[in-house]
């Protein structure tokens, strides 16, 4: 069985994005060749699909379950007690970063399921959490994965505002206590998200020219985020504010508490598996060119935590291991535990980087002391 490479990034060499032009260097082929070959024997001596499989249905029944169930239980009148609400919104949260790391993320890839219907309707799910597929797949599947860590295209390591994510980033006084207050804008994250980050993120690639959708209509796109928009307040919270047996000012903070509990968790998996000591942030250029291949890019620009970590591993759906989603972002996560040896000894064999940090709170530390660094540009 031939693994496909995937459309956005291997097929591609280089974007458009803000009148910037990025090139890959003509190297490292000879590793992913071999590396391809090596992972598409696994999967053809094992005679097993390359997507998502009863564990990732399970996973994802799971989670849905976490995230709708507390809200039903609410909603019906069997929950009363205030503290009992927030604990069920705080389950919420929960649930919310797990359908989306776990169903969302792999569907909007494309490696959910074989079945692109499927995929395009379970990458829907992201409405759910407040966000906009459209938006998330040009952010994360094309300048997330074809150029991490890449000041001024990857936008993971270019937030707005007072985080300094990247050593390229304009240092300022407040960066100095960015390893303090990070984790509070990480808890703002999706909060962003249903306010007034997708619509300022659709008029920047509107303004750019970026064809999102095959119809790339973008009246009919902003149409579309309102409606959803619109649909998910009144679900999330015009419906709780009318049900629930409690002041209103609380369903407000207890909506809230859950966007921060979901916020944390996937700001704190998705940074520690990028800016940690140890990965790249390469400047191409004057012509747009770069020092190394793509496949080495993502090789250096990656770590992978707490590969033994089996809980952890079934909750994050999979993005501990971060280098093997890099290199294939059209597997499922669910095959990335058994590819990583391949990849590891692989990448030995051409002494090439391979990030790993043992545990989870060895990468959130590692993250800590990388924030403490940028900081200070020392």
């Known amino acids: 069985m031939k693994i496909p490479e995937n459309q956005f990034i291997t097929r ?39 997507y998502g499989n009863a564990e990732v249905i399970a996973e994802s029944v799971f989670m849905f379950a976490l995230y709708i169930g507390p809200y039903i ?3 019906s009148g069997w929950v009363q007690s205030p503290v009992i609400l927030l604990l069920c919104w705080i389950i919420m949260g929960f649930g919310m970063a797990g359908l989306g790391m776990v169903l969302m993320h792999d569907a909007n890839h494309g ?25 998330w797949r040009q952010q994360h599947n094309t300048l997330h994965h074809g150029y991490t860590n890449i000041d001024g295209m990857d936008e993971d390591i270019n937030p707005p505002g007072i985080l300094r994510l990247s050593p390229h980033r304009k240092l300022k006084k407040i960066h100095r206590f960015q390893f303090i207050y990070a ?12 306010t007034m980050k997708d619509f300022k993120q659709l008029d920047r690639y509107r303004t750019a020219r970026v064809r999102l959708t095959q119809k790339n209509n ?17 679900i999330l919270l015009v419906i709780p ?68 970590n089996r809980m952890l591993n079934w909750f994050i759906g999979g993005l501990n291991f971060q280098v093997e989603h890099h290199l294939f972002p059209g597997i499922s996560h669910v095959h990335y535990r058994n590819i990583a040896p391949l990849v590891r000894e692989t990448a030995k064999k051409y002494h090439l980087p391979y990030h790993v940090q043992p ?20």
Request: overall charge positive; aromatic content about 14%; proline content about 4%.
């Open 73 to 75: 239980l609410m909603i």
């Open 218 to 234: 973008y009246n009919q796109l902003m149409l579309d985020l309102i409606v959803t928009k619109a649909l998910y307040y009144i």
């Open 241 to 308: 504010l009318i049900y629930l047996p409690i002041p209103w000012y609380m369903t407000v903070l207890f909506f809230l508490a859950m966007h921060i509990v979901c916020g944390i968790i996937l700001g704190t998996v998705f940074q520690t598996a990028h800016v940690v000591p140890g990965t790249t942030f390469p400047l191409p250029d004057a012509q747009g060119n770069l020092e190394t291949g793509w496949a080495v890019h993502q090789l250096s620009a990656t770590s992978d935590f707490a590969p033994g």
């Open 183 to 194: 984790w509070i804008l990480y808890g703002l994250m999706t909060i962003s998200w249903i």
């Open 12 to 50: 591609l060499h280089h974007i458009k994005m803000e009148k910037k032009q990025i090139y890959f260097a003509n190297q490292g082929h000879a590793f992913i060749d071999e590396l391809r070959t090596r992972v598409d024997d696994y999967f053809n001596n094992k005679h097993i699909s390359r």
């Open 111 to 135: 490696s959910f399921s074989k079945n692109r219907l499927l995929n395009k309707w379970f990458g829907k799910t992201l409405y759910l959490l407040g966000g906009f597929p459209p938006n």
């Open 359 to 378: 545990g989870f709170f060895t990468a959130v530390n590692a993250h800590l002391k990388m924030l403490r660094k940028l900081g200070r540009n020392n």
